[in-house]
């Protein structure tokens, strides 16, 4: 193409070499026009205010050669002196720009953004002022909220001093607004304005003239809120702001266009008046080029649609645009120019509405900047441009249509979809500059009716209370007609809301797919694998700064990313899929293990299953040798050094090293967004083995060697292979067969969104959940309400006035949380969502089970994805609408087995070392049993398996956490035992109702099968069955024993004369204390009931010890607990918080239960022997056991209510002198009281269990012999000397020895090793 013209036309072609690809497509002319033409053209596109005066016949010609002088006359046009020259206004003093003064004007310590606009809070409640103040004239600055926690911004004086625990407001001469407590203060506080969310805009006004400061939120006015202040000489205000820990603002004095200006208000710092003009006058002749077109056949200049104008090489056109850029160029590096001229007119573009295909102008447009534009110039306006968008989309509000969100969105998708902006944006700007995330976000509304959803959803309705499986307790008969009415418009509302919102989503989708783009290769690296680098460290800055929150994205925004990011994941993993048949689809995604152990993919600090990741690597090299030909460099083993080592060891493999960032600044927060927001680079390459990428297929023989690899180094050859070479897959294990699966660029980032849910995303929906937990208490408060005024007599006015207060203000709070539910149920808890997050299940789940057949390179496994397996399904069958049943998920009993059989058999997996995921394992089996569905699953999955369970659940209690082991089986044998049937306690049924949600609160589903497999190990297995059983026995004394002991603690401050308050925490681990010991009872009870012959064949090991042991137990808390005025007795009636659980009826019925096994439902030898060695313990007591049928307690017909009345009472916060109910007022315990909870066949048991001991007690008391002292066991003077301790020959009953031989094997008198033990016979000759 021909330059043909001089100076600025030459000048700026010269700034670029470049060639037109439709150069070639058609075959025209691209020399200049004739001059008059030309004249016409220019005069057209670069029209004067004068022009239209002068006649055409008289106007000079303009050409190229002139167009400089012309373009800087035009420019100059309605400029004036002033607007060249900074001037000082009147009424402000300070420097320009305006910024937070960092250097002297705070108080505490805070984290100030780079462009020292943004800044976050990092002590009690730091203070912070700007550099610029106003003493004469209308003043207006706006905040960006970016976390609705406790601030207070406003205004103060230079004399204000503020401290830790005063900010603004809190000084005679500074007023603040905080929309937090919703508040006005200065000095006192009074009630003023709304609350704030994060999202809004608040805009602080002071009038100097009038002496009042007034306050906007998102452009409505809040009414004034101070007036009469203090102005005069000597007297100028700041802008400041106090704000407590983790809350961050970004202010806005004038540096970009004001959001909601307000007529007659200044901004703090200047517009560029005169660039702004400029860019404008340019900006309009860019649109006439555009508009224009040059009609060569006809030589005339003809007016045309802009929307169709392409850049097509023609010269003329070129060269006019080259000099508009000329002068257009630098003023697209400001950011306010760029917001205000730039943004807008490209915004203005897609108003029409339709696709963003639809518009290719901003396309065009964009080849055009890239074209003209020197590489910094272009791209320090991308940046602003992105950024402003990012701003604008963040921070607009929330109206029906969501317009505006739906606006910026579409002009993001629009600059995205050019590839070169695309990929600099990408490499420089997306995660690097700013949180790209936020575009993914949709910001809750706070205020539903500013957001339009009375107005969307007129009709509300809230449901009732659902339980676990997600049925509604409610049966649909029962629904009212009005209610059906009510419920169907709701539901037709929250539809209407749902489909607009899923236009936001999709557009956010939309911008996912072109950061996706893997074919995008003809400038260099495809996008994705610039995004997939980028996307990892981003995950890696949040994972390894959980010590450092404000260096972490929201969890909100994590949220919705997450979702999106899924949904375009998959869609690109199912093109994948069509264009190579026979791969793994979507639906079936997994991990593949070698992304574990090949150092191909960084898994930063995070811990792995089998401990620290330099361990795994010298402990495991040998098999990953031979199982996935993968050898180590010696040099990644000696990296670490032996003092990292000794840190790591006495630190613990269990505990995750707490992230810090590299150097010793803070890392500011990415979220905010402020301008320039250049962040370090802190990103340190932590992976501990990296392959070396090979050149030729992999044979069986062959090993590779591999090193570290930094995760910026990367290529797409790195992640996707080639020439034989595996890429991210390489190391698979010799004895998998080979399943091709997606590209692999897509494995990583579906493993970096099992990360991202582990990291906040599983936080983040469990919080959500209050919304609807709020709904349900104010729905039973608003019923409880009504029936209250149905019963309230007429006469009772006043009583009847307020409950009617009462009930529009529940009604009231009703009907803005059902709204708002509506909208939380759309974007966070919808149908779509779920299945997002049971597709996280599935790929969870496929990747352990596949990982764990690489048998111990099972230990490279990250924890996360056990723990996402665990929290997703607990989220699924917890906080999603309860609309979206589990049972409607597909494939759910197929993949409720596949959790069930890792769960059942990793708890105990010896490859797994890490303390809390172990307990992590544990507490989900745990509540896995608790649920009849997922019930049914471990009882599904394969026989081997569920014997291994049984057996590890089985194993001694000793050195290991027992207390979850013990609660798996009390679930297995809940609904069995004696009077075990009840879901909630008796005497808790009048107390307000716990989280029935809860896995305690579920109705008892025992499993037959489990228990059959139980009895079956414990028969067979004669000495696992004595270890568990002494364990079992060793824990509840232990157990029974601390209760007791803190119970006399409460007991003694209750008796002493002076006002005493019990510790909470005492009060809680006493109540464990106590559950545990009724849980490790019916264990007990369970092991009696399936195995007898345990305790009472004597012919195994320790059966006689065990029944003996058994036996002194169960004497003890018997006598313990119904002893007359015993100190339970005091205890239980002062029915102190957090001792609810403490009752008679719990533990009593759990030793009757095991008593009845032994003394009534067994054979008669069996009983017998029982029955003796009951009776032979010294500390039986008959009237213990006739206690449980006592005859004084409360036999009036109401059973367990009447017992509920006779023994509750005010629960008190404290201990105090007098008790509320002395012990002698209360009633005996009573099976006879609950007969709602005991059989009739139950209580005949007890009755012919008490006659039978009555009459053994009997026989046994007159046929005892007096023994002398020396014929009784020096040990414990309550039996016969019967066993003789060789080589010593000391002596002492056979319970005695045998008891003590389970732990000691050392004689109790001498210390010699005892190495056998005989009968004893008491010589004849002895006297």
């Given at each position: 193409?021909?330059?043909?013209?001089?100076?600025?036309?030459?000048?700026?072609?010269?700034?670029?070499?470049?060639?037109?690809?439709?150069?070639?497509?058609?075959?025209?002319?691209?020399?200049?026009?004739?001059?008059?033409?030309?004249?016409?053209?220019?005069?057209?596109?670069?029209?004067?205010?004068?022009?239209?005066?002068?006649?055409?016949?008289?106007?000079?010609?303009?050409?190229?050669?002139?167009?400089?002088?012309?373009?800087?006359?035009?420019?100059?046009?309605?400029?004036?002196?002033?607007?060249?020259?900074?001037?000082?206004?009147?009424?402000?003093?300070?420097?320009?720009?305006?910024?937070?003064?960092?250097?002297?004007?705070?108080?505490?310590?805070?984290?100030?953004?780079?462009?020292?606009?943004?800044?976050?809070?990092?002590?009690?409640?730091?203070?912070?002022?700007?550099?610029?103040?106003?003493?004469?004239?209308?003043?207006?600055?706006?905040?960006?909220?970016?976390?609705?926690?406790?601030?207070?911004?406003?205004?103060?004086?230079?004399?204000?001093?503020?401290?830790?625990?005063?900010?603004?407001?809190?000084?005679?001469?500074?007023?603040?607004?905080?929309?937090?407590?919703?508040?006005?203060?200065?000095?006192?506080?009074?009630?003023?304005?709304?609350?704030?969310?994060?999202?809004?805009?608040?805009?602080?006004?002071?009038?100097?003239?009038?002496?009042?400061?007034?306050?906007?939120?998102?452009?409505?006015?809040?009414?004034?809120?101070?007036?009469?202040?203090?102005?005069?000489?000597?007297?100028?205000?700041?802008?400041?702001?106090?704000?407590?820990?983790?809350?961050?603002?970004?202010?806005?004095?004038?540096?970009?266009?004001?959001?909601?200006?307000?007529?007659?208000?200044?901004?703090?710092?200047?517009?560029?008046?005169?660039?702004?003009?400029?860019?404008?006058?340019?900006?309009?002749?860019?649109?006439?080029?555009?508009?224009?077109?040059?009609?060569?056949?006809?030589?005339?200049?003809?007016?045309?649609?802009?929307?169709?104008?392409?850049?097509?090489?023609?010269?003329?056109?070129?060269?006019?645009?080259?000099?508009?850029?000329?002068?257009?160029?630098?003023?697209?590096?400001?950011?306010?120019?760029?917001?205000?001229?730039?943004?807008?007119?490209?915004?203005?573009?897609?108003?029409?509405?339709?696709?963003?295909?639809?518009?290719?102008?901003?396309?065009?447009?964009?080849?055009?900047?890239?074209?003209?534009?020197?590489?910094?110039?272009?791209?320090?306006?991308?940046?602003?441009?992105?950024?402003?968008?990012?701003?604008?989309?963040?921070?607009?509000?929330?109206?029906?249509?969501?317009?505006?969100?739906?606006?910026?969105?579409?002009?993001?998708?629009?600059?995205?979809?050019?590839?070169?902006?695309?990929?600099?944006?990408?490499?420089?700007?997306?995660?690097?500059?700013?949180?790209?995330?936020?575009?993914?976000?949709?910001?809750?509304?706070?205020?539903?009716?500013?957001?339009?959803?009375?107005?969307?959803?007129?009709?509300?309705?809230?449901?009732?209370?659902?339980?676990?499986?997600?049925?509604?307790?409610?049966?649909?008969?029962?629904?009212?007609?009005?209610?059906?009415?009510?419920?169907?418009?709701?539901?037709?509302?929250?539809?209407?809301?749902?489909?607009?919102?899923?236009?936001?989503?999709?557009?956010?989708?939309?911008?996912?797919?072109?950061?996706?783009?893997?074919?995008?290769?003809?400038?260099?690296?495809?996008?994705?694998?610039?995004?997939?680098?980028?996307?990892?460290?981003?995950?890696?800055?949040?994972?390894?700064?959980?010590?450092?929150?404000?260096?972490?994205?929201?969890?909100?925004?994590?949220?919705?990313?997450?979702?999106?990011?899924?949904?375009?994941?998959?869609?690109?993993?199912?093109?994948?899929?069509?264009?190579?048949?026979?791969?793994?689809?979507?639906?079936?995604?997994?991990?593949?293990?070698?992304?574990?152990?090949?150092?191909?993919?960084?898994?930063?600090?995070?811990?792995?299953?089998?401990?620290?990741?330099?361990?795994?690597?010298?402990?495991?090299?040998?098999?990953?040798?031979?199982?996935?030909?993968?050898?180590?460099?010696?040099?990644?083993?000696?990296?670490?050094?032996?003092?990292?080592?000794?840190?790591?060891?006495?630190?613990?493999?269990?505990?995750?090293?707490?992230?810090?960032?590299?150097?010793?600044?803070?890392?500011?927060?990415?979220?905010?967004?402020?301008?320039?927001?250049?962040?370090?680079?802190?990103?340190?390459?932590?992976?501990?083995?990296?392959?070396?990428?090979?050149?030729?297929?992999?044979?069986?023989?062959?090993?590779?060697?591999?090193?570290?690899?930094?995760?910026?180094?990367?290529?797409?050859?790195?992640?996707?292979?080639?020439?034989?070479?595996?890429?991210?897959?390489?190391?698979?294990?010799?004895?998998?067969?080979?399943?091709?699966?997606?590209?692999?660029?897509?494995?990583?980032?579906?493993?970096?969104?099992?990360?991202?849910?582990?990291?906040?995303v599983h936080q983040q929906l469990g919080k959500m959940v209050v919304v609807a937990d709020d709904v349900h208490e104010y729905a039973a408060a608003l019923k409880d309400t009504d029936e209250k005024i149905a019963r309230c007599p007429p006469r009772r006015s006043d009583i009847l006035e307020e409950l009617h207060k009462s009930q529009k203000v529940f009604a009231e709070k009703l009907n803005h949380l059902s709204r708002r539910l509506a909208w939380i149920n759309a974007t966070i808890y919808s149908k779509e969502k779920m299945l997002d997050v049971y597709w996280l299940v599935r790929v969870c789940i496929g990747t352990?089970?596949?990982?764990?057949?690489?048998?111990?390179?099972?230990?490279?496994?990250?924890?996360?994805?056990?723990?996402?397996?665990?929290?997703?399904?607990?989220?699924?069958?917890?906080?999603?609408?309860?609309?979206?049943?589990?049972?409607?998920?597909?494939?759910?009993?197929?993949?409720?087995?596949?959790?069930?059989?890792?769960?059942?058999?990793?708890?105990?997996?010896?490859?797994?070392?890490?303390?809390?995921?172990?307990?992590?394992?544990?507490?989900?089996?745990?509540?896995?049993?608790?649920?009849?569905?997922?019930?049914?699953?471990?009882?599904?999955?394969?026989?081997?398996?569920?014997?291994?369970?049984?057996?590890?659940?089985?194993?001694?209690?000793?050195?290991?956490?027992?207390?979850?082991?013990?609660?798996?089986?009390?679930?297995?044998?809940?609904?069995?035992?004696?009077?075990?049937?009840?879901?909630?306690?008796?005497?808790?049924?009048?107390?307000?109702?716990?989280?029935?949600?809860?896995?305690?609160?579920?109705?008892?589903?025992?499993?037959?099968?489990?228990?059959?497999?139980?009895?079956?190990?414990?028969?067979?297995?004669?000495?696992?069955?004595?270890?568990?059983?002494?364990?079992?026995?060793?824990?509840?004394?232990?157990?029974?024993?601390?209760?007791?002991?803190?119970?006399?603690?409460?007991?003694?401050?209750?008796?002493?004369?002076?006002?005493?308050?019990?510790?909470?925490?005492?009060?809680?681990?006493?109540?464990?204390?106590?559950?545990?010991?009724?849980?490790?009872?019916?264990?007990?009870?369970?092991?009696?009931?399936?195995?007898?012959?345990?305790?009472?064949?004597?012919?195994?090991?320790?059966?006689?010890?065990?029944?003996?042991?058994?036996?002194?137990?169960?004497?003890?808390?018997?006598?313990?607990?119904?002893?007359?005025?015993?100190?339970?007795?005091?205890?239980?009636?002062?029915?102190?918080?957090?001792?609810?659980?403490?009752?008679?009826?719990?533990?009593?019925?759990?030793?009757?239960?095991?008593?009845?096994?032994?003394?009534?439902?067994?054979?008669?030898?069996?009983?017998?022997?029982?029955?003796?060695?009951?009776?032979?313990?010294?500390?039986?007591?008959?009237?213990?056991?006739?206690?449980?049928?006592?005859?004084?307690?409360?036999?009036?017909?109401?059973?367990?209510?009447?017992?509920?009345?006779?023994?509750?009472?005010?629960?008190?916060?404290?201990?105090?002198?007098?008790?509320?109910?002395?012990?002698?007022?209360?009633?005996?315990?009573?099976?006879?009281?609950?007969?709602?909870?005991?059989?009739?066949?139950?209580?005949?048991?007890?009755?012919?269990?008490?006659?039978?001991?009555?009459?053994?007690?009997?026989?046994?008391?007159?046929?005892?012999?007096?023994?002398?002292?020396?014929?009784?066991?020096?040990?414990?003077?309550?039996?016969?000397?019967?066993?003789?301790?060789?080589?010593?020959?000391?002596?002492?009953?056979?319970?005695?020895?045998?008891?003590?031989?389970?732990?000691?094997?050392?004689?109790?008198?001498?210390?010699?090793?005892?190495?056998?033990?005989?009968?004893?016979?008491?010589?004849?000759?002895?006297?």
């Amino acid at each position: 193409m021909s330059s043909k013209g001089s100076g600025g036309g030459g000048t700026a072609l010269s700034r670029r070499n470049y060639r037109l690809a439709s150069d070639m497509d058609k075959p025209k002319s691209t020399g200049i026009v004739n001059e008059r033409l030309l004249s016409d053209y220019l005069r057209h596109i670069f029209p004067s205010a004068n022009q239209a005066t002068v006649p055409p016949s008289l106007r000079k010609p303009l050409a190229f050669q002139d167009l400089d002088a012309h373009l800087e006359m035009l420019l100059c046009e309605g400029e004036t002196a002033d607007d060249s020259a900074d001037r000082e206004v009147e009424g402000r003093l300070g420097p320009q720009p305006v910024v937070l003064d960092h250097t002297g004007g705070f108080e505490g310590l805070l984290f100030v953004d780079d462009d020292l606009l943004g800044v976050i809070g990092h002590s009690n409640f730091s203070s912070i002022r700007a550099t610029t103040c106003v003493y004469k004239g209308k003043w207006a600055y706006e905040v960006l909220i970016s976390s609705q926690g406790l601030m207070q911004i406003g205004w103060c004086t230079l004399n204000c001093r503020f401290n830790q625990e005063e900010g603004v407001g809190d000084t005679p001469d500074s007023y603040a607004y905080d929309g937090n407590r919703v508040r006005k203060w200065n000095v006192v506080t009074t009630n003023y304005g709304k609350s704030w969310a994060a999202g809004d805009i608040v805009s602080c006004l002071i009038d100097l003239d009038d002496a009042t400061i007034a306050f906007c939120l998102n452009g409505q006015s809040l009414g004034t809120a101070f007036g009469d202040i203090k102005t005069g000489p000597g007297v100028a205000y700041f802008p400041a702001i106090s704000l407590s820990f983790k809350e961050s603002v970004a202010f806005n004095f004038g540096s970009r266009p004001l959001r909601y200006p307000c007529e007659g208000y200044l901004p703090l710092q200047d517009p560029p008046a005169a660039d702004l003009l400029k860019a404008h006058k340019l900006l309009g002749f860019v649109k006439n080029v555009l508009s224009t077109r040059i009609d060569v056949q006809e030589e005339r200049v003809v007016d045309t649609d802009c929307s169709v104008w392409r850049l097509d090489g023609e010269a003329t056109v070129l060269i006019t645009l080259a000099h508009i850029f000329n002068h257009f160029a630098p003023l697209m590096c400001k950011v306010y120019l760029v917001e205000d001229v730039l943004m807008n007119f490209l915004l203005g573009i897609l108003e029409g509405g339709g696709s963003v295909d639809e518009h290719p102008l901003i396309q065009q447009l964009l080849d055009l900047f890239w074209l003209l534009m020197e590489d910094y110039e272009v791209n320090e306006c991308l940046k602003q441009l992105m950024m402003s968008l990012l701003r604008a989309y963040r921070f607009s509000p929330i109206i029906p249509d969501l317009g505006f969100q739906i606006h910026y969105l579409r002009l993001t998708t629009a600059i995205l979809r050019h590839e070169k902006s695309r990929k600099y944006l990408l490499n420089n700007v997306l995660f690097d500059v700013l949180r790209s995330v936020v575009f993914f976000y949709i910001k809750t509304p706070l205020r539903v009716k500013e957001a339009g959803l009375e107005e969307l959803i007129p009709t509300t309705w809230w449901p009732t209370h659902f339980d676990k499986e997600g049925k509604d307790e409610r049966e649909p008969k029962d629904e009212s007609s009005d209610e059906r009415l009510r419920r169907r418009a709701y539901e037709r509302g929250c539809q209407r809301l749902k489909k607009r919102i899923e236009v936001v989503e999709e557009l956010q989708v939309q911008i996912l797919r072109l950061l996706l783009n893997n074919k995008d290769k003809s400038t260099g690296e495809a996008s994705r694998y610039i995004f997939l680098n980028k996307f990892r460290k981003f995950l890696q800055e949040n994972a390894s700064n959980r010590g450092t929150p404000t260096a972490l994205c929201p969890p909100e925004y994590m949220l919705c990313f997450l979702h999106r990011l899924i949904t375009a994941v998959r869609a690109c993993w199912d093109e994948s899929c069509k264009k190579s048949p026979g791969s793994v689809s979507s639906d079936a995604a997994f991990v593949p293990p070698q992304l574990f152990y090949n150092g191909k993919v960084d898994y930063f600090d995070l811990q792995r299953l089998g401990g620290l990741l330099s361990h795994l690597k010298k402990t495991l090299k040998d098999d990953l040798a031979s199982k996935a030909n993968i050898i180590i460099d010696p040099a990644e083993i000696q990296a670490t050094s032996m003092d990292d080592l000794d840190e790591d060891d006495e630190s613990g493999a269990a505990q995750r090293p707490a992230g810090a960032s590299a150097g010793g600044a803070p890392a500011r927060p990415g979220w905010l967004s402020s301008p320039t927001l250049g962040r370090a680079n802190r990103f340190l390459s932590t992976a501990a083995v990296s392959l070396m990428t090979p050149r030729r297929p992999l044979g069986q023989p062959e090993k590779v060697k591999v090193r570290a690899l930094a995760m910026e180094q990367r290529t797409e050859e790195d992640i996707e292979g080639s020439h034989g070479n595996d890429g991210l897959l390489l190391g698979r294990p010799v004895d998998q067969s080979h399943q091709p699966v997606a590209d692999k660029s897509l494995l990583e980032i579906t493993d970096g969104i099992v990360m991202m849910y582990n990291l906040s995303v599983h936080q983040q929906l469990g919080k959500m959940v209050v919304v609807a937990d709020d709904v349900h208490e104010y729905a039973a408060a608003l019923k409880d309400t009504d029936e209250k005024i149905a019963r309230c007599p007429p006469r009772r006015s006043d009583i009847l006035e307020e409950l009617h207060k009462s009930q529009k203000v529940f009604a009231e709070k009703l009907n803005h949380l059902s709204r708002r539910l509506a909208w939380i149920n759309a974007t966070i808890y919808s149908k779509e969502k779920m299945l997002d997050v049971y597709w996280l299940v599935r790929v969870c789940i496929g990747t352990i089970e596949r990982a764990d057949r690489t048998g111990s390179l099972f230990a490279f496994m990250p924890e996360f994805y056990l723990n996402v397996a665990m929290y997703a399904y607990n989220a699924l069958k917890n906080y999603f609408s309860p609309a979206s049943s589990m049972d409607q998920l597909p494939g759910y009993e197929e993949t409720l087995t596949q959790l069930a059989a890792i769960l059942a058999k990793h708890f105990a997996d010896p490859r797994i070392v890490g303390t809390d995921i172990k307990d992590a394992l544990m507490q989900a089996l745990a509540s896995y049993v608790c649920y009849p569905q997922s019930l049914r699953a471990v009882e599904r999955i394969a026989e081997d398996q569920r014997v291994a369970m049984m057996r590890n659940l089985l194993a001694p209690y000793e050195q290991r956490p027992w207390a979850q082991t013990n609660w798996i089986l009390v679930r297995l044998w809940r609904g069995c035992g004696f009077g075990y049937r009840y879901t909630r306690l008796p005497h808790l049924l009048k107390t307000k109702p716990e989280d029935a949600n809860l896995p305690s609160l579920q109705k008892p589903c025992p499993s037959l099968l489990l228990q059959r497999h139980m009895a079956r190990l414990l028969s067979a297995d004669k000495d696992m069955a004595a270890s568990f059983l002494n364990s079992v026995l060793n824990q509840l004394n232990w157990a029974f024993s601390e209760f007791i002991g803190m119970i006399q603690e409460i007991q003694q401050a209750a008796e002493r004369p002076e006002r005493n308050f019990v510790d909470t925490r005492q009060l809680k681990v006493c109540a464990t204390c106590f559950d545990l010991s009724v849980s490790l009872l019916r264990v007990l009870e369970m092991t009696v009931t399936l195995v007898p012959e345990i305790f009472l064949d004597w012919s195994r090991p320790s059966a006689e010890l065990l029944l003996r042991r058994l036996a002194q137990l169960l004497n003890q808390v018997l006598n313990r607990v119904t002893a007359e005025k015993n100190l339970f007795d005091r205890v239980v009636n002062l029915r102190l918080p957090g001792l609810e659980s403490v009752d008679h009826y719990p533990i009593l019925v759990a030793v009757t239960g095991i008593l009845v096994r032994l003394l009534v439902d067994g054979d008669r030898h069996g009983t017998c022997r029982a029955a003796c060695v009951l009776l032979s313990d010294p500390c039986f007591q008959l009237h213990s056991i006739q206690h449980l049928l006592s005859e004084t307690g409360d036999q009036s017909g109401s059973g367990a209510l009447a017992t509920l009345a006779s023994s509750s009472s005010t629960l008190v916060p404290s201990v105090g002198p007098h008790l509320p109910t002395g012990p002698s007022e209360h009633k005996h315990f009573s099976l006879n009281a609950y007969s709602d909870y005991i059989s009739v066949e139950e209580k005949l048991k007890v009755e012919s269990m008490l006659a039978f001991l009555t009459r053994e007690s009997q026989k046994a008391a007159t046929s005892t012999q007096p023994a002398s002292e020396d014929d009784l066991c020096p040990i414990c003077y309550a039996h016969s000397i019967s066993a003789v301790f060789q080589p010593c020959s000391h002596k002492s009953c056979k319970a005695c020895i045998n008891q003590h031989l389970m732990n000691n094997k050392d004689c109790f008198f001498c210390k010699a090793t005892i190495t056998a033990v005989d009968d004893y016979c008491k010589p004849p000759t002895s006297s």
